[in-house]
C-alpha cells in the first residue's frame, strides 16, 4: 500500500503541472497498487484524449481495468477501446475487440438517456421508396444485392452466413441525390432513417465528441430496423496523416470502434456514408468490414433529368406544346437540384410576366430558355477541382465508375 501522503502530494503536484504526463502516469500506477482503479483510468484516459497511441497509458490503463471483477461502467472506456483500435494493425478485427472487452471485464459506456432524446428530433419516417427514384440504375441495383435481397429472403441469407446489415460509401458531386437514395432505401425498409453531419458530432469539451459518436450508433441500434446515413463523411473521417489535432484523431479511432461493432454484434442497422470528396477519407474506412462498397451518385442521364422535370411541373401550368425532350437535351450536364433550381426560377420568371398582364401564363420552352442563360450546371466547378484527385488517387480501381464519367464527358 502507498501512504495516502504521497498520493497527496502527487495530485498536488500533477495539479501545478497538469501537462507532466509522466508523473500522471506514475500517480496513476501507485493509484493501483492502492486499488484505486477508477481514478487511476480516468487518469490514462486524460493521457490518451492527447496522445491515443500512448503505449505507457494503454498499459497502465489496461492494469487499471482489469481490476475490475463486475460490471462496473468506467466513463470514457469508449476513448480506451478507440485508442487501442489505432495502436492495433489495419487487420484489427472485430472478433479481436470483443475478446479484449471481455479480458478487460468491462461494459461499453452506457448511454445518457436525456442526450439520446435529443436525437428523436432528427429521426424521420422516409415518405419514399426506391421506386421513387428515377435513373440511378447501378445505386438502386447496389442496394438491391447487398442490403435488400438478405432482408427479404432471411433463410437462404442464413444459409449463407449473411448478416442482416451493411454499409455503403455514397460518392459524388452535390445536388445528385445521395442524401434522397439514403432516404428511399429507408422507406423500402419500412424503418427508420436518422441524418446525421459533422456538426451534430463534434463538441468542444474534451471526450463529449467521441461519446457523441458513441450515442449515435446505440441510438441506431436500440431503434431498428434503421438507415443510419452519415453525411459529409470526409469531415468525419478524415485521413489521421492530415490531421494535426488530437481530438480529430481521436474521433477517427472512435468511428474505427463503432463501425466494426455494428458489422460485429448488430443486425438490420444499414450503415451509409456520403462525400463528394472520398480522396479525402482515411483508406482504413475503405475496407473490407467497415464501409464494403463505394457506389458512385453521377449527373442523372436522360431518363432521370426528364422525370426530374416531370416531378417539379406536375402542379404548376405548362403549355401544351412544351418540349420537355428539347430541355433534357439542353440540360445535360445539369443535377437533380439544378434541375429543381432551373424550375424555380423559370416558375419565377412566368409569375412576374402574369403579375403585369394580370392572367395565368402557362409555361413554355421559351421561358426556360430564357432562365437557362441564368443557371448554369453546378457541378462543372466540382469536377474541375476533383479532376486530378480522381485521376491520381485510384487505389485498387475505386473510382472507375468516376474514371468511366470523366473518360465520357472527354475531361481527360
Not at 500500500?1 to 497538469?18: F, G, K, T, Y
Not at 478487460?104 to 435529443?118: C, P
Request: charged share 25%; net charge negative.
Amino acid at each position: 500500500m502507498v501512504s495516502n501522503i504521497v498520493l497527496d502530494a502527487l495530485r498536488q503536484a500533477l495539479e501545478a503541472n497538469p501537462d507532466d504526463l509522466d508523473l500522471k502516469l506514475h500517480l496513476a500506477e501507485l493509484l493501483i497498487r492502492n486499488e484505486e482503479n477508477r481514478e487511476a483510468l480516468e487518469i490514462c484516459q486524460s493521457v490518451l484524449a492527447t496522445q491515443p497511441v500512448h503505449k505507457q497509458a494503454l498499459q497502465v490503463a489496461l492494469a487499471a481495468a482489469e481490476a475490475f471483477e463486475d460490471s462496473t461502467l468506467v466513463d470514457g472506456y469508449q476513448q480506451l477501446l478507440a485508442s487501442l483500435h489505432q495502436e492495433a494493425s489495419e487487420g484489427f478485427n472485430p472478433k479481436t475487440l470483443k475478446e479484449l472487452q471481455t479480458k478487460v471485464k468491462l461494459r461499453l459506456v452506457k448511454s445518457d438517456s436525456s442526450k439520446l432524446k435529443g436525437l428523436d428530433g432528427k429521426l424521420a419516417v422516409s415518405p419514399c421508396d426506391l421506386e421513387q427514384v428515377v435513373g440511378m440504375d447501378k445505386v438502386k441495383q447496389r442496394l438491391i444485392l447487398s442490403i435488400l435481397t438478405p432482408l427479404k429472403h432471411p433463410d437462404i441469407s442464413q444459409a449463407y452466413a449473411k448478416t442482416l446489415s451493411g454499409s455503403l460509401l455514397l460518392y459524388g458531386p452535390p445536388g445528385c441525390g445521395k442524401s434522397f437514395i439514403a432516404n428511399a432505401l429507408a422507406g423500402e425498409l419500412a424503418g427508420k432513417f436518422l441524418a446525421i453531419n459533422f456538426t451534430d458530432i463534434v463538441d468542444m469539451y474534451l471526450g463529449e465528441t467521441e461519446k457523441k459518436l458513441h450515442d449515435i450508433f446505440y441510438y441506431a441500434k436500440t431503434n431498428a430496423p434503421m438507415v443510419l446515413f452519415l453525411d459529409e463523411f470526409d469531415a468525419i473521417a478524415q485521413k489521421r496523416s492530415d490531421l494535426r489535432q488530437s481530438s480529430l484523431r481521436s474521433l477517427v479511432s472512435q468511428l474505427f470502434t463503432e463501425l466494426d461493432m455494428i458489422h460485429y454484434d448488430n443486425n438490420q442497422v444499414f450503415v451509409l456514408a456520403s462525400s463528394n470528396q472520398p480522396w479525402d477519407i482515411d483508406p482504413a474506412f475503405l475496407r473490407p468490414g467497415r464501409l464494403d462498397r463505394l457506389v458512385a451518385v453521377l449527373p442523372p442521364d436522360d431518363k432521370g433529368r426528364k422525370a426530374i422535370f416531370q416531378y417539379y411541373l406536375k402542379s404548376r401550368p405548362i403549355a401544351d406544346d412544351l418540349n420537355l425532350d428539347y430541355l433534357v437535351k439542353q440540360t445535360e450536364d445539369f443535377s437533380g437540384a439544378d434541375i429543381a433550381y432551373l424550375c424555380e426560377a423559370t416558375v419565377e420568371y412566368v409569375l412576374a410576366k402574369s403579375i403585369q398582364s394580370d392572367e395565368v401564363h402557362a409555361l413554355q420552352t421559351q421561358d426556360f430558355l430564357v432562365a437557362l442563360q441564368e443557371v448554369q450546371p453546378s457541378i462543372s466547378s466540382w469536377l474541375e477541382t476533383i479532376k486530378n484527385d480522381a485521376l491520381f488517387s485510384n487505389p485498387g480501381g475505386l473510382y472507375d465508375e468516376l474514371h468511366a464519367y470523366l473518360h465520357k464527358k472527354k475531361l481527360y
